[in-house]
């Protein structure tokens, strides 16, 4: 079964500092997809990234940089230069294709504080 | 391009009691989803549509959750009888993907905060 564990539970920096979230997920499927969603306090979910399990190139977007390594299973997201806006929780969640019923599972969440 | 609607965004009801949830999703956009995202935790699917068909059900707590979208469009979420454990945020979702693809980007709306006293 698929599963996706995001082991910090809290990260607190002051701003400006590099941070890094981790994502580690298992699955049994050669073709899956990696989603990082972002959960500002209003409670929205905002899309910030989808991977496929093909494509293991690193991906950057302005201060935003994604690590994908398939041999630890691995997904991390990096914030660079980290502002108080980046004040969220960010989940990493795993899809899996059945045909007809996308299984679209996250983890747990990383609770992440920008303190000024 | 509007995103996916819900309302209400709060809503307080007594144990025992009905509530429904409302959500519009992106134009367009054939699959519904609805989840339950209970405080500190990831959010879980409940329910999914494929237009007005469900796909997948099978972690809907049927006895007292139930959902409907009749027209293909907009959905409603109803809990009868609510339980406290029924507290949590309720999310809707939507993607544009036609056989529920794994690669479909599902979109969210702002989400319900149930309290159940």
Known sequence: ?????????????????????DCVYETRDTTYYLFWYKQPPSG??????RRNSFDEQNEISGRYSWNFQKSTSSFNFTITASQVVDSAVYFCALSE?????QKLVFGQGTRLTINP | EAGVAQSPRYKIIEKRQSVAFWCNPISGHATLY?????LGQGPKLLIQFQNNGVVDDSQLPKDR??????KGVDSTLKIQPAKLEDSAVYLCA???????????????????RLTVL
């Open chain 1, 1 to 21: 079964a698929q599963k996706v564990t995001q082991a910090q539970t809290e990260i607190s920096v002051v701003e400006k500092e590099d941070v890094t979230l």
């Open chain 2, 34 to 38: 609805w989840y339950q995202q209970i």
């Open chain 1, 44 to 49: 929205e979910l905002v899309f910030l990234i």
């Open chain 1, 97 to 101: 294709g059945i045909q007809g019923a």
């Open chain 2, 94 to 112: 939507s993607s544009t993907g036609w056989g529920g693809l794994a690669s479909d980007t599902q979109y969210f709306g702002p989400g319900t």
């Open chain 2, 65 to 70: 959750f139930s959902a409907e979208r009749l």
